[in-house]
């Protein structure tokens, strides 16, 4: 529990990923974010072919749990698959998001180390918006550390 991130000029370790249905999008936060400068590991997929989210979800997930300050991106067409495979995982809070809001109370209360994104209802800025927010939000701790500790009990 030792992401007290403060400074946007943070520079992140990110390891992102998608399925067929989130491919465009992963493919514009990768470049966005290494233009921010970030270390960005693509795990793939490398072309838009059909592939099973899951797989995917794991390729990210495994790396996070090696990588402790290491955040997640994991977009598919609507985030809920990516959000649902990677929450299965002990130590892993993935956190759907929609809006800045959503990426913020993620990080703020929820100390979220993935974020999953939705291709087909999130556009590139607003996605673009949102990682910005995740990476550079503070987890709060205090009550809400109590309340995350709670998870697989
Ligand atoms: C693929 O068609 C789609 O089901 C997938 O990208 C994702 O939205 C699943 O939750």
């Given amino acids: 529990m030792n992401r007290h991130r403060q400074l946007e000029t943070d520079m992140s370790t990110i390891y992102i990923a998608s399925d067929h249905g989130g491919f465009n999008l992963k493919t514009f936060l990768v470049q966005y974010l290494k233009d921010k400068g970030h270390d960005v590991h693509d795990l793939g997929p490398s072309d838009p ?41 002990p130590g892993i809070r993935a956190a759907l998001c929609t809006s800045e809001f959503h990426a913020s109370f993620a990080r703020a209360h929820n100390n979220a180390n993935v974020i999953c994104l939705g291709e087909r209802v999130s556009g590139q800025g607003i996605a673009a918006s949102m990682v910005d927010v995740f990476l550079s939000t503070p987890f709060e701790g205090g009550r809400h550390l109590r309340r995350i500790n709670l998870f697989n009990k």
Avoid: H, W
């Avoid at 997930?61 to 959000?83: H, P, R, Y």
């Fill in 49 to 89: 072919a059909s592939c099973d989210y899951p797989l995917k979800a794991q390729a990210v997930t495994d790396a996070i749990l090696k990588d402790e300050n290491a955040f997640g991106i994991l977009v598919c067409g609507t985030g809920i698959g990516m959000s649902m495979a990677a929450n299965r995982v």
